[in-house]
């Protein structure tokens, strides 16, 4: 007897469990994959990082060099950045790779080059650093279609700064 209950018991678990989780019709299923998704990034810039992403542009157009558009997406990975600087207390190009491959993954970037600065209390002072040092300015003067840059201050009010051009 308790064979039989058991069994029938079973089998009216398994029934309820398969019927209540399955699809109506092909079609829910299928709608599923067919939606797109979109994420809106946005970044709120600084005056300062205004100023740079300003002056860097100013810098090439003198050059005959094509201006710079901004992603937000850029700026939040500089900010990562400078978060980590912050917290390790050094300056550094540190898990550059990681950013470079997440940027190509993210939004397309076919090339990927970073200038971090430390310590400079305004935008000329550190574009100004940039532009003096070679390999720097080669990054400024690339060829590269778009850039973003955080700045952030630490406990003691120095600025880290970091800023990613990329080409898509």
């Given at each position: 007897?308790?064979?039989?209950?058991?069994?029938?018991?079973?089998?009216?678990?398994?029934?309820?469990?398969?019927?209540?989780?399955?699809?109506?019709?092909?079609?829910?299923?299928?709608?599923?994959?067919?939606?797109?998704?979109?994420?809106?990034?946005?970044?709120?810039?600084?005056?300062?990082?205004?100023?740079?992403?300003?002056?860097?542009?100013?810098?090439?157009?003198?050059?005959?060099?094509?201006?710079?558009?901004?992603?937000?997406?850029?700026?939040?990975?500089?900010?990562?950045?400078?978060?980590?600087?912050?917290?390790?207390?050094?300056?550094?190009?540190?898990?550059?790779?990681?950013?470079?491959s997440?940027?190509?993954?993210?939004?397309?970037?076919?090339?990927?080059?970073e200038?971090?600065?430390?310590?400079?209390?305004?935008?000329?002072?550190?574009?100004?650093?940039?532009?003096?040092s070679?390999?720097?300015?080669?990054?400024?003067?690339?060829?590269?279609?778009?850039?973003?840059?955080?700045?952030?201050?630490?406990?003691?009010?120095?600025?880290?700064?970091?800023?990613?051009?990329?080409?898509?």
């Amino acid at each position: 007897m308790k064979k039989i209950t058991l069994t029938g018991f079973m089998l009216i678990l398994c029934t309820v469990f398969l019927t209540s989780c399955s699809k109506d019709s092909i079609g829910d299923e299928v709608s599923s994959y067919d939606q797109v998704v979109t994420k809106k990034v946005e970044y709120t810039y600084s005056t300062i990082e205004v100023e740079i992403l300003d002056e860097i542009n100013i810098y090439r157009s003198a050059l005959g060099l094509k201006e710079l558009k901004v992603i937000a997406n850029i700026s939040i990975e500089s900010e990562g950045h400078n978060e980590y600087m912050i917290t390790e207390g050094t300056v550094s190009h540190d898990n550059f790779a990681e950013r470079a491959s997440f940027l190509m993954q993210e939004i397309g970037a076919k090339k990927v080059a970073e200038n971090v600065g430390y310590g400079y209390r305004s935008s000329e002072a550190v574009v100004n650093a940039w532009l003096k040092s070679k390999g720097h300015r080669e990054n400024v003067e690339g060829d590269f279609t778009h850039f973003g840059v955080s700045v952030r201050q630490d406990e003691n009010g120095r600025n880290y700064f970091t800023n990613i051009f990329i080409k898509k």
